[in-house]
């Protein structure tokens, strides 16, 4: 497809106003690599579990859109967000996740300290005459944490992660259990063919539930005013509230690429990694508390199965149908969408719109 100009009416004001996203934006390279640069190397993202660095030289990796990262506790206690990328040659230093001593990088053995300053170079005084070890240092990436999530952000001259979660931390501290206590219990990695604003948009609408997934979540929700939601910052907070005695479950939509949502029993959290315009990874893990963890002990295949797949599964066939539709002619994205239940997708295209027209 040839690549067009971003050009969409919009009004982010104006809360009841129509937002058209053209269906050359769940496909388009060039929209992608926009939102590569616009969004995904602007924005504070989801990097890991703060519980697993509770010492120093504790570390765990990341990719941000293409950019190799890690997080690692220094000596001092502090988290230091870096580009685990190799001044020297650019060798990546660190694998997965893992506790060391130093940095060491396996290429030229190039060492480290904890927070990234060069140490030690072999045969420095022949190989590099008058090198200022100093000078050198890997490259700082901004980092902060809220409720054991961490989070980093590649603009240096992005703002706070509070300003930029708005009120999300405070919808979130509505749920019952303490966010601080939670750990990540269970996990899954899934891989879908479609772009990842049809995954997120198929995932904060509401409107599909009573049709899609009756076949498992019917029978739970009183249609059409069991969602409530606005718009906080970037991200799009709601509410479910079910026709059977439970607590009311609270979803945050980090934008671009967390959701976050509790239930009971435990928390679902969803990163959503896009690889190309057609393709998208999903890493899904559950988080409980260690009373959750005692009242709702889980299986792995009795999670896996239930909560990571037989929802998403009555999902899947329809996102990959829309992947294809959504390049037809006929298509143009600029439909109203269902007041209420559709809020979600409303306001993730306005914050979506909001970032991509920045220049
Ligand atoms: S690339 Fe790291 S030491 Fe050479
Ligand atoms: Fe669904």
């Given at each position: 497809m040839t690549s067009k100009v971003i050009s969409v009416t919009q009004n982010v004001a104006d809360t009841d106003a129509d937002v058209a996203v053209p269906g050359y934006w769940y496909t388009d390279p060039n929209i992608f690599n926009q939102e590569r640069e616009k969004i995904w190397y602007k924005s504070w993202l989801f990097a890991g579990r703060l519980e697993k660095l509770a010492n120093p030289g504790d570390y765990i990796t990341c990719k941000i859109g293409d950019e190799p990262i890690f997080v690692i506790r220094t000596h001092s206690g502090k988290l230091q967000a870096m580009y685990n990328v190799?001044?020297?040659?650019?060798?990546?230093?660190?694998?997965?996740?893992?506790?060391?001593?130093?940095?060491?990088?396996?290429?030229?053995h190039w060492t480290y300290?904890?927070?990234?300053q060069l140490q030690g170079v072999p045969y420095a005084q022949e190989c590099f005459p008058g090198l200022d070890k100093s000078s050198i240092a890997l490259t700082k990436v901004q980092v902060d944490t809220w409720g054991g999530?961490?989070?980093?952000?590649?603009?240096?001259?992005?703002?706070?992660?509070?300003?930029?979660?708005?009120?999300s931390p405070e919808h979130m501290e509505q749920y019952s259990q303490p966010w601080e206590e939670m750990r990540a219990t269970h996990g899954a990695t899934f891989e879908v063919p479609?772009?990842?604003?049809?995954?997120?948009?198929?995932?904060i609408d509401a409107y599909h539930i009573p049709m899609v997934h009756s076949p498992t979540l019917g029978g739970r929700f009183e249609m059409p005013?069991?969602?409530?939601g606005c718009m906080s910052g970037?991200?799009?907070?709601?509410?479910?509230?079910?026709?059977?005695?439970r607590e009311r479950t609270y979803i945050s939509w980090l934008f671009p690429n967390t959701t976050i949502l509790t239930l009971d029993e435990y928390v679902l959290v969803w990163q959503v990694n896009p690889v190309n315009p057609e393709f998208t990874v999903i890493e899904k893990f559950l988080l409980q508390t260690p009373a959750q963890i005692e009242k709702f002990p889980m299986k792995s295949e009795e999670i896996i199965s239930k909560q990571f797949r037989m929802v998403f599964e009555e999902d899947i066939p329809f996102c990959r149908t829309l992947q294809e539709q959504v390049k037809s002619r006929a298509y143009n994205g600029n439909q109203k969408l269902a007041k209420g239940p559709e809020d979600g997708v409303l306001y993730f295209r306005k914050a979506l719109l909001q970032v991509m027209n920045n220049t």
């Open positions: 190799c001044p020297h040659r650019g060798m990546r230093i660190v694998e997965g996740q893992g506790k060391c001593k130093h940095l060491l990088c396996p290429y030229h300290s904890l927070d990234g999530f961490i989070f980093v952000n590649l603009d240096p001259e992005a703002g706070p992660l509070r300003d930029y979660l708005a009120g479609f772009n990842w604003k049809i995954l997120l948009e198929n995932y005013g069991f969602v409530g970037m991200h799009t907070l709601q509410y479910y509230d079910y026709l059977v005695p």
